[in-house]
């Protein structure tokens, strides 16, 4: 279902895609827009291995893609020097294909705003639990569950393996 890549000597394995995830600050989450534009959003969030969390507002215009059709990719960018010299850069980059939908459950939807206070406040975390308690009937979570995965880095990377 999902092509190869064809730049197959350039694809790491799937562990390190599963770190650049973990570790990785922010990604653009890529859906279906208004009138087939597609929408990309710069997206902050948390993956605990099986599921990617984003926090939203309840409302706008990537919930209303969201509703109108599951489908979505996710990219980070972990790495990405310039190389003038060789007219080119030195990156790595993850890609995941799979399906949105908007967190329910209030145990998920808290498992996952917490997983991401604690990504992007750590030593904060009374402050973040007081700023949860505040919002949590106003917040959407979104979870991608990932369907396909790959890993690409630039050809100067992959010869160091």
């Known amino acids: 279902m999902f092509r190869k890549m064809r730049r ?5 394995p799937i562990e390190e895609s599963y770190e650049i995830l973990k570790q990785g600050s922010y990604g653009t989450l890529a ?3 208004d009138e087939g534009y597609p929408y990309a959003v710069p997206m902050a969030y948390a993956f605990d291995g099986e599921k990617i969390y984003f926090h939203s507002a309840a409302s706008g215009h990537k919930i209303d893609a969201i509703n109108r059709d ?7 960018v972990w790495e990405n020097t310039n190389i003038p010299e060789k007219l080119s850069t ?11 939908s908007i967190v329910e459950e209030p145990e998920e939807k808290r498992y996952a705003i917490e997983a991401i206070g604690r ?11 007081k700023s949860i308690d505040r919002d949590f009937n106003f917040l959407r979570i979104i979870a991608l ?17």
């Open 90 to 100: 030195a990156y790595k980059s993850v890609i995941v294909f799979g399906n949105v």
């Open 70 to 76: 599951s489908k979505a990719s996710f990219c980070v």
């Open 31 to 33: 859906l279906q827009g």
């Open 145 to 161: 569950t990932p369907e396909h995965i790959t890993g690409k880095e630039a050809m100067e990377f992959a010869k160091m393996r």
């Open 119 to 129: 990504k992007y406040s750590p030593g904060y975390e009374e402050l973040a639990a």
């Open 8 to 12: 197959w000597k350039q694809e790491f």
